[in-house]
C-alpha cells in the first residue's frame, strides 16, 4: 500500500495561505503606511506556506475563520529568522 503524504496546507485547521503580488503588496504597505519590515514575520520554512514558493520578503495573506466577524485577515513576511 502507498504512503500519502500529510499537505498541512489543505487541513481544515490551517487558514487560506496565499502570496501577494508586488502591486497588491505596494497598495497594502501604502495603505497601512508601514515597511515590510514593520509586518509580522512568517518563516519561509512554515508548513503552511510551502507550496506557494515563497521567497524572502513576500507578503503572505492569511484569512482565518472568526465566530464574531465571519473572516479576519493578517498579513506577514517572510523571513528567515
Known amino acids: 500500500m ?3 503524504k500529510f499537505k498541512v496546507d489543505k487541513h481544515i485547521l490551517t487558514p487560506k495561505h496565499s502570496k501577494l503580488g508586488e502591486r497588491e503588496k505596494a ?3 501604502e495603505r497601512y503606511n ?3 519590515k514593520e509586518l ?3 518563516l519561509k520554512t512554515d508548513s503552511a506556506i510551502k507550496e506557494l514558493d515563497a521567497k524572502l ?3 503572505i495573506k492569511i ?3 472568526s465566530p464574531t466577524a465571519g ?3 493578517f ?3 517572510v523571513s528567515d529568522v
Request: hydrophobic share 40%; aromatic share 8%.
Open 63 to 65: 484569512i482565518r475563520k
Open 71 to 73: 473572516e479576519s485577515v
Open 57 to 59: 520578503w513576500d507578503v
Open 27 to 29: 497598495q497594502l504597505l
Open 40 to 42: 509580522p514575520k512568517i
Open 2 to 4: 502507498k504512503k500519502q
Open 34 to 36: 508601514v515597511t515590510s
Open 75 to 77: 498579513y506577514r513576511v
